[in-house]
């Protein structure tokens, strides 16, 4: 799939819903990930707003951060209470409010588990 430049705020209207048996690169470029993150392995993901998405290595640091407050017991949840719910663990050093909030009706089940799966194994920026 081409990857397309987004014009303006990524907003719902501009986000097809992900099924999750998309490829991955095109799941992380259609659900818009990709504008905001760098993520291993995805061709085009190269965004600088959040940070990468390397929770193979960043997931335990955040899960056994003093400042975390969240549910999650293992990186494969910390990743979907992330994406659910982006303001319940702020990374230091970047912006709130910034991530969306709305992935919840965008992404199904299947979409968040491949999510989560793909990017706990992640290790490395490239
Ligand atoms: C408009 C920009 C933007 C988009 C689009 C976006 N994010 Fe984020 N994301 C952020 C920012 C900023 C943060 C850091 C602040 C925070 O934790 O909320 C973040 C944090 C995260 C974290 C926590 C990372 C860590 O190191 O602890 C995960 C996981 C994540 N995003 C996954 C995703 C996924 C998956 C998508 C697509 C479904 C996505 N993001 C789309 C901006 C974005």
């Not at 990524?10 to 991955?24: H, M, N, R, S, Y």
């Not at 690169?25 to 990468?52: D, E, K, R, S, Y």
């Not at 992404?107 to 799966?117: C, G, R």
Request: proline residues 10%; aromatic residues 8%.
């Amino acid at each position: 799939m081409p990857s397309e430049t987004i014009g303006g705020p990524l907003t719902p209207d501009k986000v097809p819903l992900v099924t999750g048996e998309e490829p991955f690169g095109v799941l992380f470029t259609q659900a818009g990930c990709a504008v905001c993150h760098v993520i291993p392995g995805i061709p085009g993901a190269n965004g600088h707003v959040g940070p990468p998405l390397i929770l193979g290595t960043t997931g335990t640091q955040r899960l056994t951060d003093p400042a975390y407050g969240g549910e999650a017991r293992t990186v494969h949840e910390y990743i979907v209470e992330s994406v659910l719910d982006p303001q319940r663990f702020v990374v230091q050093g970047y912006p709130e409010h910034t991530m969306p909030t709305w992935y919840g009706s965008k992404l199904s089940a299947l979409a968040l588990e491949q999510i989560a799966v793909y990017l706990e194994q992640q290790t490395a920026e490239h």
